[in-house]
């Protein structure tokens, strides 16, 4: 993982929804393959290596925890600029539901063609 590049961003309840004391922190990052998988070998999970893809060609995309912090990792740039586009909508009409937010997130992907 050295010299890696990434960007993320802030998403979820703390950003466009109501957050209480129990919410969590839900962070976007994008970055390149080697990263994602040192940074899912080190989560919370005991079984974090059934995250990683067999097939080395294909993209990281999965939810990891590393305590209250909940990693949305991506290795594929559309899918990561589907959920920012996301974030910055749920933004303008916060708040927002989970279910509208899920809803949202799935319409941005759907329209990259992930779903």
Known sequence: MKGVEAMAFVTG???Y???TDESDIDLVILTDRESAVGLILQC???????YIPEDDSEDITTAIRFGVLNVILHTCPKKYEAWK???QEMIEKRPVTR???????QKHLAE???N
């Open 13 to 15: 309840s703390v950003r």
């Open 17 to 19: 929804g109501e957050p």
């Open 44 to 50: 919370d999970s005991e079984n974090a290596s059934e």
């Open 85 to 87: 586009k996301g974030t």
């Open 99 to 105: 279910a509208e937010a899920v809803d949202c997130i």
């Open 112 to 114: 990259r063609d992930f």
